[in-house]
């Protein structure tokens, strides 16, 4: 089981699909930081022990800059539906995870 923190960027949806498949998934709507910055968003990710996913370039630049203290899912798809979106994240969910357990800071899903 992982713990995802999911960015205002994509919907709370997918923090409901990766919960059904028996995760610890949360929306920054859920815990009251739609509004927050993207330094606020890495903070409760870290908290959390949780990987971050977003789609905003900037957690990346984080990354780059060793601003970014915890493992990030870069979602680099564009706007789609949850169940479309679910259908691009679900088959390589697992790999992402064995990515992240080896040390892989970033995981890039396109």
């Given at each position: 089981?992982?713990?995802?923190l999911i960015d205002a960027q994509l919907p709370p949806g997918l923090a409901r699909n990766l919960?059904?498949?028996?995760?610890?998934?949360?929306?920054?709507?859920?815990?009251?930081?739609g509004a927050a910055t993207d330094h606020q968003v890495a903070a409760a990710a870290v908290?959390?022990?949780?990987?971050?996913?977003?789609?905003?370039?900037?957690?990346?630049?984080?990354c780059q800059l060793g601003q970014l203290a915890?493992?990030?899912?870069?979602?680099?798809v564009g706007?789609?539906?949850?169940?479309?979106?679910w259908k691009i994240v679900e088959p390589v969910l697992d790999s992402a995870l064995k990515a992240f357990a080896a040390g892989d800071q970033v995981v890039e899903l396109r």
């Open positions: 089981m992982a713990i995802f919960e059904a498949a028996g995760h610890s998934a949360s929306h920054v709507y859920d815990i009251g930081m908290e959390r022990h949780a990987i971050l996913v977003s789609k905003d370039e900037d957690f990346f630049v984080m915890c493992p990030f899912l870069w979602v680099r706007n789609t539906t949850n169940r479309a979106l």
